[in-house]
């Protein structure tokens, strides 16, 4: 069973930056998604298990960087510029496959979730 724990949420204004954590067991392909009210659950970014591959949606390129410790077992998506649509529930996920992809539903493992709220 691969545990998954969020940190780093939190309320921030519009051009601001937050830095979530996510600190999982064992070494897989780890993506982070959002999910705001309403909305159906989209991805984020996603990163190698080495660390040196990442991929972005169109909507954060730029502004966001996924990168992971593995020494320290963890996941990292630093937010900078946010803006308010950027405001949901943010999720680590990890994927046992060896193909990436931005469908959720490939992902077997997930953490709680961890509220980012970006105010105008």
């Known amino acids: 069973q691969v545990q998954l724990v969020e940190s780093g949420g939190g309320l921030v204004q519009a051009g601001g930056s937050l830095r979530l954590s996510c600190a999982a067991s064992?070494?897989?392909?780890m993506g982070w998604f959002r999910q705001a009210p309403g909305q159906e659950r989209e991805f984020v970014a996603h990163i190698s298990r080495n660390g040196y591959g990442t991929y972005y949606a169109s909507s954060v390129k730029g502004r966001f960087t996924i990168s992971r410790d593995n020494a320290k077992n963890t996941v990292y998506l630093q937010m900078d510029s946010l803006k308010p649509e950027d405001t949901g529930v943010y999720y680590c996920?990890?994927?046992?496959?060896?193909?990436?992809?931005?469908?959720?539903?490939?992902?077997?493992?997930w953490g709680q979730g961890t509220q980012v709220t970006v105010t105008t």
């Open positions: 996920a990890a994927r046992l496959g060896m193909i990436y992809s931005v469908n959720p539903s490939d992902y077997d493992y």
């Open positions: 064992g070494s897989y392909i």
